[in-house]
């Protein structure tokens, strides 16, 4: 009868295990997600950031090419180099100066590199984690696997 609950108490213990595994794997899952969507932002960003200091030196109106998606471009010419239109957030866009513009997006690039670092290290410890988990489960298997042998064997 010990022996029963002994195994019980390993079979709980394994479903327990297997359930934070399959948790932490959904928080991998979410994460990688976070990741992609981070990395994605930062490229955009720096893109951004290069654009700006590529052309605060032009002299106004010269032309240039704008992107304007799927690999379209279209030529235009820029009438102020000095001033350009930049989204605060929450749908608000102001105009400022390009150096202030550039120094706004380093911060941006500089905070979205930082959520990308923590996110990173999130991922790392769940990964140790769902490491850890896997083995427990194995060991807990197969001592259950074990005390069942040997319970069959020593059954007459």
Same mark, same amino acid.
């Given at each position: 009868?010990?022996?029963?609950?002994?195994g019980?108490?390993?079979?709980?213990?394994?479903? /327990?295990?297997m359930?934070r595994?399959?948790?932490?794997?959904?928080q991998l899952?979410?994460?990688?997600?976070q990741?992609?969507?981070?990395e994605?932002?930062?490229?955009e960003? /720096?893109?951004?950031k290069?654009?700006?200091?590529? +052309?605060?030196d032009l002299?106004d109106?010269?032309?240039?090419?704008?992107?304007?998606g799927?690999?379209t471009?279209?030529?235009?010419? +820029?009438?102020?180099?000095k001033k350009?239109?930049?989204g605060?957030?929450a749908?608000?866009?102001?105009?400022?100066?390009?150096?202030?513009? +550039?120094?706004?997006? /380093?911060?941006?690039? %500089? %905070?979205?590199?930082?959520?990308?670092?923590?996110?990173?290290?999130t991922m790392t410890?769940?990964?140790?984690?769902?490491?850890?988990?896997?083995?427990? +489960?194995?060991t807990?298997?197969?001592?259950? /696997?074990?005390?069942v042998?040997?319970?069959?064997?020593?059954?007459?």
């Amino acid at each position: 009868m010990a022996n029963e609950q002994a195994g019980g108490s390993k079979e709980d213990e394994i479903r /327990e295990a297997m359930m934070r595994l399959e948790l932490i794997k959904t928080q991998l899952e979410s994460l990688s997600q976070q990741s992609e969507l981070f990395e994605l932002t930062s490229n955009e960003l /720096e893109r951004a950031k290069k654009t700006l200091s590529s +052309i605060k030196d032009l002299d106004d109106d010269k032309e240039i090419l704008i992107p304007i998606g799927g690999d379209t471009f279209i030529y235009s010419k +820029i009438s102020d180099v000095k001033k350009i239109l930049i989204g605060v957030g929450a749908g608000t866009i102001i105009e400022q100066d390009i150096d202030d513009a +550039i120094l706004k997006l /380093e911060d941006r690039l %500089n %905070n979205v590199n930082k959520t990308s670092q923590n996110i990173f290290q999130t991922m790392t410890t769940l990964q140790q984690q769902a490491a850890d988990l896997n083995f427990k +489960i194995q060991t807990l298997s197969k001592e259950l /696997e074990d005390q069942v042998s040997n319970n069959v064997s020593s059954t007459p």
